[in-house]
């Protein structure tokens, strides 16, 4: 039996008349980096607000560790670590102050405890420098770091790494493969950077519009990718007009370009497409066999949906 840290059951919300997450089932196994994946304004931030009790949904049931949160408040959000917004500290503080400041209001302090999560961040060695002139990928280590000080089972990031310079990228990946696979810490991470979430998650979930459209694992994923044929000819239209006179379909079958064509299906066929566009005068510069990424895939499966 699967061991679920979330599970969500027709879960919604609605401002107004305009309905931000609808009906969302979430499955979110123990130990695993669950990516959720979706441009701005698919509703991942407000899902993750209502699975923190920082919004109430209109409808719909949300369980956490096996129960639910109206019954088991304390319990539950007691075992839970959070980034939903750019993490605030003291700027001319250190990151150990901000730290000790952080655990004697939540009456935790411990000495050993702040060292500890520093050196699991890589802030160890920062000592006397102070936030302000922390780089932004430090200061989403510190902030990562307050999330896992009273060491929590779940932790929910709402875009650790939007902003992020390619190295700070790797930092916060690292950091977080880090925590989920050496400490068992369950990661929901929600980004719409698409090549990020398909280096670090286990499982990712595709949201559009406040759907949550399936979840799927990497390796049921890398299945999934469509391997597709890439023309690059001389006269578009022309191709295209040949390929619609065969019965394929566009954006089913084909994509073009001002410069070319993606075929989809038939893609065992493309010497006798080749052969076609020859001998209708086309000029054929490139045939190239490829596999789709992750992007591909994302915008074909919420166009399809």
Partial sequence: MVDYVIETYNLSKKYSNQLVVNSL?????????YGLLGKNGAGKT?????????TYPSSGE????????????????????????????????????NLKIISKLRGNYNPQNIRLVLEMVNLENTKSKKFKDFSLGMKQRLGIAAAIMHSPELLILDEPINGLDPFGIKEIRDLLKRLAHEFGITI?????????????ADVIGFMDNGILIEEISKDELYEKLNKFVEFEVSDVDLAVNILKDLGLNEN????????G???YSNIELRDKFNTLF??????VKKVNLC?????????????NN
Avoid: Q, W
């Fill in 25 to 33: 089932n979430m499955h979110v196994e123990k130990g695993k980096i």
């Fill in 46 to 54: 407000t899902t993750m607000c209502m699975l923190l009790n920082l």
């Fill in 62 to 97: 949300i369980f956490l560790f096996g129960k639910d949160p109206r019954n088991y408040s304390n319990e539950i959000y007691s075992n839970i670590g959070s980034i939903i917004e750019t993490p605030g500290f003291y700027e001319n503080l250190t990151a150990y102050e």
């Fill in 188 to 200: 929901l991470i929600s980004s719409h950077i698409l090549s990020e979430i398909e280096n670090i």
């Fill in 252 to 259: 089913i079958d084909f994509t073009y370009s001002d410069n």
């Fill in 261 to 263: 064509i993606c075929l």
């Fill in 278 to 283: 020859v001998n209708a005068g086309i000029d």
């Fill in 291 to 303: 596999e789709e990424n992750l992007e591909d895939f994302f915008t074909r499966f919420v166009s």
